[in-house]
């Protein structure tokens, strides 16, 4: 199984922190965000290689990176052939990207690299097993402010997807979609079929509302941490979170 993370975004809304650094780069309680999935990901030996999605923009940073990095990952780094916000290929046609690029074989683990999490990545991957479906990292959410920010998933008894609203002025579900994704090999090949249909390139959560009405795709309910890095806002929430933590 390969893992891949996400990190091909210009990420504007943090400028002018990300205007020449990547926001996975982004350095929260000592450590980038990045960094942080990584070793989630190292507990995992269903992962026999990692790959890093970028752009050409970032691509030194990353190679800096990597040339760093301490894992036992065999790790990959490809690189989208854009250098600005009017190029970019978006998180949809970054993953048709990598499909064309990549003998991908296997069920593949997605990670918006601005994601950090404390779920069990081991505990994600027998949900999977267990319901031999695609899944959905989900968290619960009360703030209805927050709730119309994100993708938002209604799922059943069974923890099956049933209904999927992105940035909804009326929320049907407490349950926010996380870029965290496990999808079966069959499933994540039909981002070829959802982009000839002419569907958007960008928001993730938009080709799950699409799969959803193709397939079985279920939800993983976790309670622990979770912070999207989108804004300055959350990028503070979070590193006041981990600096306590880690004595800061």
């Not at 942080?36 to 030996?45: H, P, T, V």
């Not at 002419?198 to 799950?208: C, I, Q, R, T």
Request: glycine share 8%; aromatic share 10%.
């Amino acid at each position: 199984m390969k893992a891949i993370i996400l990190a091909g975004g210009y990420a504007k809304r943090l400028w002018p922190l990300t205007k020449d650094t990547p926001k996975p780069l982004l350095e929260v309680g000592g450590k980038e965000i990045i960094t942080r999935i990584i070793e989630k990901l190292d507990k995992c030996k269903e992962f026999d290689e990692l790959i890093i999605s970028t752009n050409a923009k970032f691509e030194k940073k990353f190679k800096d990176y990597i040339s760093n990095l301490k894992t036992d990952k065999k790790v990959i780094l490809i690189t989208e052939p854009t250098l600005g916000e009017g190029e970019k290929l978006g998180a949809i046609g970054g993953l048709n990207f990598l499909i064309d690029h990549l003998k991908i074989k296997h069920d593949v683990l997605i990670i918006g690299g601005d994601n950090i999490f404390e779920f069990d990545v081991k505990e994600f991957l027998e949900f999977h097993k267990k319901n031999n479906a695609s899944v959905v990292a989900l968290k619960n959410l009360e703030d209805i402010g927050l709730l119309k920010q994100y993708g938002l998933c209604v799922v059943d008894k069974k923890k099956k997807i049933v209904e999927f609203q992105e940035k909804p002025e009326q929320p049907h579900s407490l349950l926010v979609a996380t870029a965290c994704y496990l999808f079966k090999l069959e499933d994540f090949l039909l981002i070829k079929k959802y982009l000839a249909e002419g569907n958007s390139k960008d928001a993730s959560g938009l080709f799950v509302a699409w799969l959803i009405k193709h397939t079985n795709v279920c939800g993983f309910v976790f309670k622990e941490d979770w912070f999207d890095i989108g804004s300055f806002e959350s990028l503070d929430e979070a590193r006041k979170i981990y600096s306590k933590e880690e004595g800061g």
